[in-house]
């Protein structure tokens, strides 16, 4: 028997599949369907990739190498994200020019990613540093600043001094550079954007309907963060100035009892006074140090200043003091709001902390699903109490249940006029006299009324009532007697808390109390009735919102707005390796873009590439270079000497991969039309960003006719990391991360990784590196290598109608698992099935002779072909060993049938206690005596009983046997 010796097989296929160019794509063959799937764009951001990185690329991979398997016409590109601070950095740490750089590291990038056995088209490889591709990035610009989505303003962004470049606001964290770690500060500079903002509502709305990740989704909805509200004038009280909030909140104008400015907001000067502007000057500098990102996190402590000045409340007149606090960004809204403690939380949190007032003006809004008002019944409205009692001894509650009708409740009463208003005394005295408890002590009202609505069946009346909760805490067990009326309706019952649910309880404010249990702090930021809203009380909310708006109208006050949280997108980057933006500034025609025929704007060759200081790039000392002529009138003028933002080049490089050598036009479109959008698309990072921008350059070409659809990816998969061994994330900086090549090296080859990387957990999470991992896939595959082995040198082999039909069993299940968990992206429950596969069939091949026989050799080949796109060097050398010429690579997918999928078999699940100990495989027929019997002697179980005598054995049939010991 030939053993396995994966480095020998991996190399002698590596060389096989380039000679015959096994994976180039015919981008005009239309004969089969197309499959277009890839990972998001190599970056090279170093010497090489880590195994976290080849996680990320197999995905992909294995979905293209399973579309060309079953004949599809399918594409897996190779690119490189070439340009930006990463490789310009790695060339400063090491000396180089960032093209040297790039270049030399790009040779291990390539030997690793061949190494592990991916199926690129390698013929089609492009780099977005190169200048055939960059002409087309700079032409899309030049597209953009013709349609007016293209401009320059001066503006305050975030500034490294270390990598002496701005940086976007996702690239300051802690208010510190992404890359260097350093602290960044603020600076007015003119810079370029181009305007997503411009397709922000096109994106939000198209964005439920696409088939991604759905932790993406809502990351891409947040970060557009469309708000839908209104802008209230508020005047400020001694002067003729006007401050403008926006409020997402109309509905709780009456509510607000402070107005709060971002740092930045240029009335902040205006509004100090003598005694407090040394305080706001020190807390405006100190905001200035952090990130959007970090004043936007829910958790931080709220901080702020008063001004010294107070705002007048256009809707009631009061005066209400106005604070700076950076929870406000300046960029949201009016960079000013109207702050509601009672229904905000990052408000409430701010009120409490410094002493500010809490008007509560929504009141929470409740019909009983259970028992919801009936039509034609009068209608009662009154003021109610919940007394909720609480037992610190048996950590129960006090309860009452209906004797006539299904009902359990806290105890529940009107507010009688005996009682004064005093919700607490009328609280107590329900107690007493419907439970008899009359030793208990006040613990908290419950937060403000909430509004109930449901038929009182047992007074065949609808009520509405007004009702606050009230805790009380249980004293002792002394009681009154119950009245002879009382207990004919009710008897009182103590309940836990988990026997209070929604299920068991008559109660619609039920949630609204137990959390206000927990959390004496609750804020409530839903919808509701208003109160305390002069003319708008008992209005709906939802109602409410339009009806404010439409009074703030009329009095030219307000008026109704929408805002995003997205900024446009800026572009700009004061640094030598990117691609040049094809401006030139003239005096007198302004900016002016490069004609498209002269394009591309090359990236001149400096010795001197490194960040200058001030704010421009190294680009601003190659005189001959910035020295131009205008495009439009001939006079001497000067190049913009910003580069591109990286994401730039890498927002369409999924469109220039089916066209990666036009030097007409970007790409063909019909092409594209034919091939786009890509079917299958995953990465582990920039979930927001790298999305977004190409979303929008895709809807912008999408406009313009140059693509057939609006978005760029159709299936979009975020993937989690592969974490270092001790849980922490892999950074070349922290020097924790694994090179393929050395575990490849040292015996176990590619495709034990490559297994592994998709059997460790499932692709949305996180998973730190087992170094007895891959040995274990290595096991398994020298599993299939003998299986396969033993195959080949059997000759042939008869078996009963029985036998076969046990083994095509096995592998047409098997055939329909992993074809459904390869489509659905559960990528570790497919090898778990193969694993599974591969055992029965170690085990038939004792009951039966392996050999050559239909049975046999379907479920050899059927196992290669499912195992081929995760281990795809093992699998093409057995499939060539049992005497194919052609590759299993390509149109070789098993197909099942169904009529193998049924059984005469039945899995058992043994249980002891509740938890799994045994499962058990048993013919359909077996009864109920024999299956509890052969439960009760499998070696797991009798070690879990412990000698002891079983309870009870319960079976469900077909299902489980549950043994139950009494410990």
């Known amino acids: 028997m030939k053993r396995y010796n994966p480095i020998e097989i991996e190399k002698k296929w590596q060389q096989t599949w380039d000679e015959n160019q096994t994976y180039k794509v015919d981008f005009n ?9 890839m990972s998001m764009l190599a970056g090279i951001t170093g010497a090489g990739i880590h195994i976290g990185h080849g996680r990320t690329y197999q995905f ?9 398997q079953q004949g599809y016409n399918a594409y897996h590109p190779i690119g490189w994200d070439s340009f930006g601070l990463p490789v310009e950095n790695y060339a400063i740490k090491i000396g180089k020019k960032p093209r040297v750089a790039h270049d030399e590291a790009l040779v291990n990038f390539k030997n690793q990613l061949k190494r592990l056995g991916y199926s690129n088209d390698w013929s089609k490889e492009i780099s977005t540093a190169d200048p055939s591709y960059y002409r087309w990035t700079q032409w899309i610009f030049n597209q953009l600043f013709e349609h007016g989505l293209a401009y320059q303003k001066q503006s305050p962004q975030w500034w490294c001094e270390t990598d002496q470049t701005v940086l976007a606001n996702e690239q300051v964290e802690g208010g510190k550079c992404w890359r260097c770690g350093n602290q960044v500060v603020k600076k007015n500079l003119k810079q370029w954007f181009f305007k ?3 397709y922000a509502d096109e994106m939000l709305e198209a964005t439920d309907d696409l088939n991604w990740t759905p932790m993406v989704k809502t990351m891409q909805k947040n970060w557009i963060g469309r708000s839908v509200g209104a802008e209230v004038e508020f005047k400020i009280d001694g002067s003729d100035q006007i401050m403008t909030v926006f409020t997402t909140r109309p509905d709780t104008l009456f509510g607000a009892t402070f107005v709060a400015l971002a740092p930045e907001n240029e009335l902040v000067k205006q509004l100090v006074n003598s005694d407090t502007k040394q305080a706001v000057d020190a807390y405006v500098d100190e905001a200035a140090r952090k990130s959007e990102i970090e004043r936007m996190n829910e958790s931080r402590e709220k901080t702020g200043v008063f001004t010294g000045s107070y705002a007048i409340n256009p809707v009631n007149g009061e005066k209400l003091p106005i604070w700076v606090a950076d929870y406000v960004l300046a960029g949201y809204g009016t960079g000013a709001l109207m702050a509601v403690p009672a229904h905000d939380e990052r408000d409430y949190a701010f009120a409490c902390k410094y002493n ?18 009936v039509e034609g019944k009068e209608q009662i409205v009154r003021d109610a109490v919940h007394g909720i009692v609480y037992d610190a001894k048996t950590d129960k509650y006090l309860c009452v249940r209906w004797k006539k009708f299904p009902w359990t409740a806290f105890i529940v009463g009107g507010v009688e006029s005996e009682d004064n208003g005093d919700i607490v005394a009328a609280a107590a005295r329900e107690i007493r006299e419907e439970t008899g408890y009359k030793n208990i002590k006040l613990v908290r009202v419950l937060g403000d009324k909430v509004v109930s609505e449901y038929y009182a069946a047992h007074k065949n009346i609808n009520r509405k009532a007004f009702v606050n909760a009230i805790l009380f805490e249980l004293v002792d067990q002394e009681r009154d007697e119950i009245s002879v009326e009382e207990q004919a309706i009710q008897e009182a019952v103590w309940l836990s808390r988990s026997e209070i649910t929604k299920d068991t309880m008559t109660c619609a404010e039920l949630d609204l109390w137990l959390d206000r249990i927990d959390n004496e702090d609750t804020v409530y930021t839903g919808e509701g009735i208003l109160t305390n809203s002069g003319t708008f009380d008992g209005m709906a909310s939802s109602d409410a919102r339009e009806e404010i708006v439409a009074w703030l109208e009329q009095e030219k006050t307000g008026r109704s707005k929408t805002t995003y949280k997205m900024r446009d997108w800026l572009i700009s980057r004061q640094r030598y390796w990117g691609a040049p933006i094809p401006i030139i500034h003239c005096d007198d025609c302004g900016a002016v873009p490069v004609p498209d025929d002269q394009l591309p704007v090359i990236l001149p060759d400096l010795d001197d590439f490194k960040p200058h200081g001030g704010a421009t790039s190294a680009l ?5 270079w910035v020295n131009a ?15 591109m933002d990286g994401y730039a080049c890498s927002s369409w490089y999924f469109l220039r991969y089916l066209d990666p050598f036009n030097d007409q036009q970007a790409w063909d479109p019909k092409v594209i039309e034919h091939w786009g959008p890509v079917d299958f698309y995953n990465g582990a990072d920039h979930a927001v960003a790298h999305l977004l921008y190409s979303r929008f350059w895709m809807r912008f070409f999408y406009k313009l006719g140059l693509v057939s659809t609006p978005e760029p990816f159709k299936r979009m998969m975020y993937n989690a990391y592969i974490m270092a061994p001790d849980g922490s994330k892999m950074s070349k900086s922290k020097g924790n991360t694994i090179d393929p090549l050395e575990i490849m090296d040292s015996g176990y080859g590619a495709d034990s990784l490559r297994v592994y990387e998709m059997f460790v957990a499932p692709y949305d999470l996180e998973a730190p590196w087992d170094t007895r991992g891959v040995p274990g896939t290595y096991r398994f595959l020298n599993r299939v290598w003998t299986l396969g082995q033993e195959y080949i040198e059997a000759g ?3 078996l009963d109608n029985s036998a076969e039909r046990e083994i095509l069993a096995i592998a047409h299940q098997t055939v329909k698992k992993v074809s459904g968990d390869i489509n659905d992206d559960k990528f570790n429950t497919a090898v778990s099935a193969m694993m599974e596969a591969v055992n029965n069939y170690y085990k038939l091949k004792v009951k039966y002779s392996i050999g050559k026989n239909q049975a046999w050799t379907f479920a050899i080949e059927s196992l290669l072909q499912l195992l081929a796109p995760f281990a795809p060097h093992i699998t093409e050398e057995l499939w060539s060993q049992i005497g194919h010429i052609d590759t299993i690579h390509v149109d070789h997918w098993p197909t099942w049938d169904d009529q193998y999928l049924q059984t005469d078999n039945m899995t058992i699940i043994v249980q002891v206690n509740g938890k799994l100990r045994a499962k058990l495989e048993l013919d359909k027929n077996t009864n109920a005596d024999q299956v509890k019997q052969m439960a009760l002697s499998q070696d797991n179980v009798v070690k879990f009983i412990e000698g002891k005598q079983p309870s009870k054995v319960i079976y469900v049939p077909g299902k489980l046997v549950n043994i139950v010991v009494t410990t």
Do not use: F, L, W
């Open 620 to 624: 601003a000392s190659a005189t001959d």
């Open 60 to 68: 992909s991979d294995i979905k293209v190498r399973a579309k060309r």
């Open 29 to 37: 063959d239309h004969t089969k369907p197309k499959y277009y799937g």
């Open 796 to 798: 042939e082999v008869e």
């Open 629 to 643: 002529t205008c495009p439009k009138c001939g006079k001497p003028a000067k190049r913009e000497t910003d580069t």
């Open 196 to 198: 997503i903002t411009e």
């Open 356 to 373: 500010i007032s809490i008007k509560n003006v929504i009141m929470p809004h409740r019909i009983d699903a259970n028992n919801p008002p």
